[in-house]
């Protein structure tokens, strides 16, 4: 089944600054890619997706860069302020026999000290 | 506000006891998915429904069951309730079913199993 690793597991910036968190996929069947964004006691919020046949989508101070030769994908949150501190996840989905199969990764803690 | 209702919003209940957990998707929205989300496991996908019937299974224990009834609400059933089942249990739903399909997240409802 499709496995998808996250890194890192937490990560702390300065206001300000750039934050970079990473996915890999291992099926390369997949063709979904969102990230959510979970702050204390709510459940998860989708913040930016991107498809399969999408290289790069940028929404304000947030992007997703997809490389599906690598079988990887990115977020990058630029200028980062402090109520960008949550647990991130990213996902990948894809329609197999036409079921839908969803696997998440292990979350990143983002800390932005102001 | 992701616009899905979850109820409860906590449960403590008993080991070996049986508990219900409600849902009621977005408006419109015909796919209901539930998610388990523990320290240990992460966020892992149970079950999801579109239009009352099944369409995809997870990670869901037999002791568990779920069902979307005509009003497109949905029931997650947990049975011979363990420790171990102590978790969040979030729902989410989308327009339909497909893999590019956004899905939002209700408010969740913790479960403590003592």
């Known amino acids: 089944g499709e496995n998808v690793e996250q890194h890192p597991s937490t990560l702390s910036v300065q206001e300000g600054d750039s934050a970079v968190i990473k996915c890999t996929y291992s099926d390369s069947a997949s063709n979904y890619f969102p990230w959510y964004k979970q702050e204390l006691g709510k459940g998860p919020q989708l913040i930016i997706d991107?498809?399969?046949?999408?290289g790069e989508k940028k929404d304000q101070r947030i992007a997703v860069t997809l490389n599906k030769t690598a079988k990887h994908f990115s977020l990058h949150i630029t200028e980062t302020q402090p109520e960008d501190s949550a647990v991130y996840f990213c996902?990948?989905?894809?329609?197999?026999?036409?079921?839908?199969?969803?696997?998440f990764g292990t979350g990143t803690k983002l800390q932005v000290i102001p | 506000d992701s616009g899905v209702t979850q109820t409860p919003k906590h449960l403590i209940t008993a080991t070996g006891q049986r508990v219900t957990l409600r849902c009621s998707p977005r408006s419109g929205d015909l796919s209901v998915y539930w998610y388990q989300q523990s320290l240990d496991q992460g966020l892992q996908f149970l079950i999801q429904y579109y239009n009352g019937e099944e369409r995809a299974k997870g990670n869901i224990l037999e002791r568990f069951s779920a069902q979307q009834f005509p009003d497109l609400h949905s029931e997650l059933n947990l049975s011979s309730l363990e420790l171990g089942d102590s978790a969040l249990y979030f729902c989410?739903?989308?327009?339909?079913?497909?893999?590019?399909?956004?899905?939002?997240f209700g408010p969740g409802t913790r479960l403590t199993v003592l």
């Open positions: 989410a739903s989308s327009l339909v079913w497909t893999s590019t399909d956004t899905q939002y």
């Open positions: 991107i498809r399969s046949n999408v």
């Open positions: 996902a990948a989905r894809l329609n197999s026999g036409g079921y839908q199969k969803v696997t």
